[in-house]
């Protein structure tokens, strides 16, 4: 190879493309399999303002939880955010989960909210088709009234709500 073919070469342009302009979208696209591949501007998306307003849409006509709005007493207040972090993968105000609704199990434990702290701690087996409730013997008894309290509040609104 000579000098000034050398020379040449290093001054020729590569065989790939050339980077991109910084914030450029990009997408890759070949003539044919081992062809040089280019770089095209990929086009803006013009769908996402639509995409956006009919999810605000959807958001704005959800209806409300059915314990929104409710007034909870502090035992209750307490026991809700204990509700939802050891209870609510099971139990759902008024949808049967895994577990019942909390509009069944306030009807059944309205008078005795002493019984949902005792099925929490030694639970019992009532349903073949699903696993068994996990005991709570670590949980303070305390929270567990708390949890108990919110169960009783927060059901039985539940099951004034439902048709």
Not at 25 to 35: D, H
Not at 83 to 104: N, W, Y
Not at 133 to 144: A, C, H, I, K, Q
Request: glycine share 6%.
């Amino acid at each position: 190879m000579t000098v000034a073919r050398a020379a040449a070469r290093r001054r020729a342009p590569p065989r790939w493309p050339a980077a991109r302009r910084p914030g450029e979208p990009c997408v890759t696209t070949s003539r044919s399999f081992g062809a040089r591949a280019r770089y095209v501007p990929a086009r803006r998306m013009t769908r996402s303002p639509i995409l956006a307003a009919l999810l605000l849409l959807v958001a704005a006509c959800k209806g409300p939880a059915p314990d929104e709005g409710v007034a909870l007493s502090p035992q209750a207040a307490k026991g809700k955010a204990l509700f939802s972090t050891l209870c609510a993968s099971c139990h759902a105000p008024a949808a049967k989960l895994v577990g019942p609704p909390l509009s069944e199990m306030a009807a059944l434990y309205a008078t005795d909210p002493a019984g949902i702290v005792r099925w929490a701690v030694t639970p019992g087996r009532k349903r073949a088709d699903v696993p068994p409730m996990p005991s709570f013997r670590g949980v303070r008894e305390s929270d567990l009234a708390d949890v108990a309290q919110y169960i009783i509040e927060a059901g039985t609104a539940a099951g004034k709500q439902a048709p």
